[in-house]
């Protein structure tokens, strides 16, 4: 079983930044690919950003590139998500997800993950 808890989310104006974070309870934590995905009121949950288990390789959706980074610290078990300049369209609940799947095109699909914090509110202001 894995525990994952978001914290960092909150308002923010627009071209502001954010830092989410997930805590993961579970010795295994490096062995697991991670996701931030985001869901907005009415929207389906779309992906965000993910990274390998090593954290060498990332995955970023196009609406995100160059604004948001994402990292892992597997020693504390933590993966972490930078956003900057942001705006009003990335408010939305944003969730972090684990999986043990085997092809970089599962990180982009909610159903390739096997574990889901319960999310954390991002609200951007204009």
């Known amino acids: 079983q894995v525990l994952l808890v978001e914290s960092g989310g909150g308002l923010v104006q627009a071209g502001g930044s954010l830092r989410l974070s997930c805590a993961a309870s579970v010795r295994t934590f490096s062995t697991k690919h991670m996701g931030w995905f985001r869901q907005a009121p009415g929207k389906e949950r779309e992906f965000v950003a993910g990274?390998?288990?090593?954290?060498?390789?990332?995955y970023y959706a196009d609406s995100v590139k160059g604004r948001f980074t994402i990292s892992r610290d597997n020693g504390m078990n933590t993966v972490y998500l930078q956003m900057n300049s942001l705006k009003p369209e990335d408010t939305a609940v944003y969730y972090c997800a684990a999986g043990s799947f085997y092809s970089a095109a599962d990180y982009y699909k909610p159903v390739a993950y096997d574990y889901w914090g319960q999310g954390t509110q991002v609200t951007v202001s204009s």
């Open positions: 990274i390998s288990r090593s954290g060498i390789s990332t």
